[in-house]
């Protein structure tokens, strides 16, 4: 079946720096990657989706210049938290579409990446 | 815009009994899917079961089965003989169109509770 990594799977950093979170397709490829965001006992919120190659397109609401999304290769989709905050504390997850997605076929979730920012 | 409503914060069944998750949702489009995705404690995200809208059969996955009224934008899912390892959250999410690539649009989800 289809994996999708995310790395790290727990993270805790301090006010003001910097965190990257990694999304990997294992073993497809993914044009199109999906970064969210949930709080504890509450739905997923969609962030962004990533295009391979093209800027992220954002959702409302969300801070592009804060939460910065690169996906440079058809396997990986890195999100950047910038100057991270406690409210920014939350758990991420990330999807990919395999490029070469049937009809039907629906998004490959990672296992989330739990952050906390102190 | 696409709405999904899942009205049922929390469930519960025993079990081996069967218990059904509600899920309403809105939209325009003629051309769409929908999905039950269930999140155990582990947090990790599971595909259950899948419909699609010009389907009028209901998609059934082993014990896993779903009642999709198109008409009245409804799509519940069904869990018979439940089983400890059933309990999580579950998800009720639609997207738009056949694509792959589109985004999912999910409720606010259903925590089940399985009573041994």
């Known amino acids: 079946g289809a994996v999708v990594s995310q790395h790290p799977s727990w993270v805790i950093c301090k006010s003001g720096t910097s965190v990257k979170i990694e999304c990997r397709s294992l073993?497809?490829?993914?044009?199109?990657m999906f970064w969210y965001r949930q709080f504890p006992k509450q739905s997923l919120m969609l962030m962004a989706t990533s295009n391979e190659g093209s800027k992220a397109t954002y959702e409302q609401g969300v801070e592009k210049d804060k939460f910065l999304i690169n996906h440079a290769s058809l396997t990986l989709s890195t999100l950047t938290v910038t100057s991270a905050h406690p409210e920014d504390s939350s758990f991420y997850i990330c999807?990919?579409?395999?490029?070469?997605?049937?009809?039907?076929?629906?998004?490959?979730f990672g296992p989330g990446t739990r952050l906390l920012v102190l | 815009a696409q709405t999904v409503t899942q009205s049922q914060p929390e469930m519960s069944v025993q079990e081996a009994e069967t218990v059904t998750l509600s899920c309403t949702y809105d939209t325009s489009e003629s051309d769409y899917y929908l999905f039950w995705y269930k999140q155990p404690p582990s947090r990790q995200m599971i595909l259950v079961i899948r419909?699609?809208?010009?389907?009028?059969q209901n998609a059934t996955e082993n014990r896993f089965s779903v009642n999709f009224q198109k008409a009245a934008k409804s799509f519940s899912l069904k869990i018979s003989d439940s089983q400890l390892g059933d309990a999580a959250m579950y998800f009720c999410?639609?997207?738009?169109?056949?694509?792959?690539?589109?985004?999912?649009?999910f409720g606010q989800g259903t925590t089940l509770q399985v009573k041994p």
């Open positions: 419909q699609e809208a010009y389907k009028q």
């Open positions: 999807s990919a579409s395999p490029t070469s997605g049937v009809r039907g076929e629906t998004q490959y």
């Open positions: 073993d497809f490829q993914a044009t199109t």
């Open positions: 999410a639609y997207r738009a169109g056949s694509s792959n690539t589109g985004k999912l649009i």
